[in-house]
């Protein structure tokens, strides 16, 4: 656990909820599990759009600090709620499959990105969470949308056999109605979440294959 000293230039939050004190490093370029389920409750945010914005410690600490005194009453339920459930909801599919212990909370996981799919005039049609998610603990989730983590962010081994249906239709209508989004992720950073799903894509890695088989250049 990681603790303030004098010379890590830390910053202290206090959660008016549950009284407990949350302390933030200005010198760390990444936000921690923690601070980012906080920011996630507290701005009232799903975790996908969350992590796509990369944030530091010191960009979260100045967000909760915009809106610490100005968190609605119905913010605290759905916190309320949210740690309810997650004593009930299935277990993150990838810490399952090889056995890690999770890292935070179960969330909701869009397997293709949900800023691609409201690319797609079919959108509506898919974008209730039951049809277009998994559940993934918020230290995984973290993990596929962060550039510089060394998970394999190929979601492949985690879908069941109608979510890469699914995953095949949604890209195959990206490519089809926006191949010039579909061209530059194709052609962009190789360490990007979105990359990967176009490479897997691309690959026929989407059919029922097992994670083995879809290794390789």
Same mark, same amino acid.
């Given at each position: #656990?990681?603790?303030?000293t004098?010379?890590? $230039?830390?910053?202290p939050?206090r959660d $008016?909820?549950?009284?407990q004190? =949350?302390?933030f490093d200005?010198?760390?370029?990444?936000a921690t599990?923690?601070q980012?389920?906080?920011?996630a409750?507290? /701005?009232?945010?799903d975790?996908?759009?969350?992590?796509?914005?990369g944030?530091?410690q010191?960009?979260v600490?100045?967000?909760?600090?915009a809106v610490?005194?100005?968190i609605p009453e119905?913010v605290?339920?759905?916190? @309320? /709620?949210?740690?309810?459930?997650?004593?009930?909801?299935p277990v993150?599919r990838i810490?399952?499959? &090889?056995?890690?212990?999770c890292?935070?909370k179960?969330? $909701?996981?869009?397997? *293709?990105?949900?800023?691609? #799919?409201?690319?797609l005039?079919s &959108? @509506?049609t898919?974008?209730?969470?039951?049809?277009?998610?998994?559940? *993934?603990c918020?230290? $995984? =989730?973290r993990?596929?949308?962060? +550039?510089e983590s060394d998970?394999d962010?190929?979601?492949?081994?985690?879908?069941?056999a /109608?979510?890469?249906?699914l995953?095949?239709i949604?890209?195959q209508e990206?490519?089809?109605?926006?191949?010039?989004i579909y061209?530059l992720?194709?052609?962009?950073?190789t360490?990007?979440?979105?990359? @990967?799903?176009? +490479?897997d894509?691309?690959?026929?890695?989407?059919a029922?294959?097992?994670h083995e088989?879809?290794?390789?250049?």
């Amino acid at each position: #656990m990681w603790y303030p000293t004098a010379m890590s $230039r830390a910053r202290p939050w206090r959660d $008016r909820e549950t009284g407990q004190t =949350h302390w933030f490093d200005y010198r760390s370029s990444s936000a921690t599990v923690e601070q980012l389920e906080i920011l996630a409750d507290a /701005e009232g945010l799903d975790l996908d759009d969350l992590l796509d914005e990369g944030l530091s410690q010191r960009q979260v600490l100045f967000r909760l600090h915009a809106v610490t005194n100005l968190i609605p009453e119905k913010v605290l339920e759905r916190r @309320q /709620e949210r740690l309810e459930r997650s004593q009930i909801e299935p277990v993150c599919r990838i810490c399952s499959l &090889y056995g890690w212990t999770c890292e935070g909370k179960i969330t $909701r996981h869009h397997f *293709v990105p949900r800023w691609l #799919m409201r690319e797609l005039d079919s &959108y @509506q049609t898919y974008a209730a969470k039951a049809r277009c998610t998994i559940p *993934v603990c918020v230290g $995984r =989730h973290r993990d596929l949308h962060y +550039r510089e983590s060394d998970i394999d962010k190929s979601i492949v081994p985690y879908l069941t056999a /109608e979510e890469k249906e699914l995953a095949t239709i949604l890209l195959q209508e990206l490519k089809d109605e926006r191949p010039s989004i579909y061209e530059l992720i194709g052609g962009g950073s190789t360490a990007s979440y979105e990359y @990967q799903l176009v +490479r897997d894509f691309k690959r026929g890695g989407f059919a029922s294959v097992t994670h083995e088989e879809i290794e390789g250049p």
